[in-house]
């Protein structure tokens, strides 16, 4: 069986080609091909350009959670609009409490 963040990658990947796919995110098809086929592990810096690029969130991606809270698709309605707002408005409040959280951490860890 694939690993999780290799069957999300198809998903992401949708009807886009190994090839446009790896283009939109800076890689080669190659990796790509070996990530979908579990041969190479999803790095974090990989990872990071599809969320930038597509629009996922990490913990999806990896396979933490079953939903994905951030999507993109193109916005034709203000109510599409809206609802992105909304939604990434409570991505970047999630990113604070993150950030908070780690903050603390390292905070404890430097005493």
């Known amino acids: 069986m694939k690993p999780i963040e290799s069957q999300r990658l ?3 990947r ?6 446009e796919f790896a283009n939109r995110i800076g890689l080669n098809r190659v990796n790509i091909s070996n990530i979908e086929n579990g041969t190479q592990a999803l790095s974090i810096k990989t990872a990071r350009l599809i969320k930038e690029q597509f629009g996922v969130s990490l913990d999806w991606l990896y396979g933490y959670t079953e939903e994905n809270p951030i999507s993109y698709h193109a916005i034709s309605t ?3 609009r809206d609802q992105t707002i909304e939604v ?3 991505s970047l409040e ?6 908070q959280f ?3 951490l390292l905070e404890k860890l430097s005493k």
């Open 88 to 90: 990434l408005t409570r």
């Open 102 to 104: 780690l903050q603390s």
């Open 14 to 19: 949708g009807n886009l080609t190994q090839e």
């Open 94 to 99: 999630s990113c604070e409490k993150d950030k």
């Open 10 to 12: 198809i998903q992401v």
């Open 78 to 80: 203000s109510d599409e």
